[in-house]
């Protein structure tokens, strides 16, 4: 399985990224997708996450209405969607697959990418 995430980089407050992650050798419209992200010195911590099909969608408080999630089955790829960009939002960003039909918040996700770095410049 390969989990490889893009999009990152050096972006100003108040930008709008998209993140994206690509899944490989995996079945992809059977996994939940989530969206973490770790700070330096920080724990890593969900930032949202969308079921099998993308109906379904969770996110941390702190995003709510700032980042979107949404996936595309076809092209076997997660994307995160990050507007309003903050300098607390500096971190490394990782995506995740899941086996659970549920989204799961906590990290106990089956695969995970190698990470996204997003440096917000105020």
């Known amino acids: 399985v390969q989990l490889v995430e893009s999009g990152g980089g050096l972006v100003q407050a108040g930008g709008s990224p998209r993140l994206s992650c690509a899944a490989s050798r995996l079945t992809f419209n059977g996994h939940v997708m989530g969206w973490f992200r770790q700070g330096l010195g920080m724990e890593r911590e969900f930032v949202a996450g969308i079921s099998r099909g993308g109906g379904g969608k969770k ?24 507007n309003s ?11 995740a697959a899941s086996q659970s039909i549920l989204i799961r918040t906590t990290i106990d996700y089956d695969y995970w990418g190698q990470g996204t770095q997003v440096t917000v410049s105020s």
């Open 59 to 82: 996110y941390e408080d702190s995003v709510k209405g700032r980042f979107t999630i949404f996936r595309d089955n076809a092209k076997n790829t997660v994307y995160l969607q990050i």
């Open 85 to 95: 960009l903050k300098p607390e939002d500096t971190a490394v960003y990782y995506c």
